[in-house]
């Protein structure tokens, strides 16, 4: 997947982020998770922009590591919102289904840059290697 898809693709996970927990109700427990599936869901996107930015293949594989940890705290998020029933687990199913594909892809770029990296390299990663 290429580096302008891939942001695209994180950005739309965002937002659907940020419409799912439109619709959640307002109670504490509503309000609390809405407000950790925003976190992380949006981080998301913010970090893969900045490891498209990274000055060297060390600094990608560790904003991408980043990137992984949010996108599985996000899925844990909606996990814990299914399994609370304050949202429907077929609701839920799209986001979930691309909160682990987008950590798979995430994992494979990861183990891609690692491969692939020279030692010691401070060069910035051009973007035709991110893809």
Not at 6 to 13: E, G, P, Q, V
Not at 79 to 88: G, I, K, N, P, Y
Not at 98 to 105: D, F, H, K, P, S
């Amino acid at each position: 997947m290429s580096e302008p898809d891939l942001k695209k693709r994180t950005k739309a996970f965002a937002l659907r982020v940020l419409k799912l927990v439109g619709v959640l109700p307002k109670t504490t427990a509503g309000r609390t998770l809405a407000a950790q599936i925003v976190r992380f869901g949006t981080s998301v996107a913010a970090n893969y922009r900045s490891a498209c930015r990274a000055k060297s293949t060390a600094d990608f594989i560790a904003k991408m590591g980043i990137v992984e940890e949010e996108a599985d705290e996000t899925l844990f998020w909606l996990e814990l919102l299914e399994e609370s029933a304050l949202v429907s687990s077929a609701k839920l199913t799209a986001i979930k289904q691309e909160a682990n594909e987008l950590i798979a892809i995430t994992i494979a770029s990861i183990k891609t840059a690692r491969r692939n990296r020279t030692p010691n390299s401070e060069f910035r990663i051009p973007h035709s290697e991110l893809a």
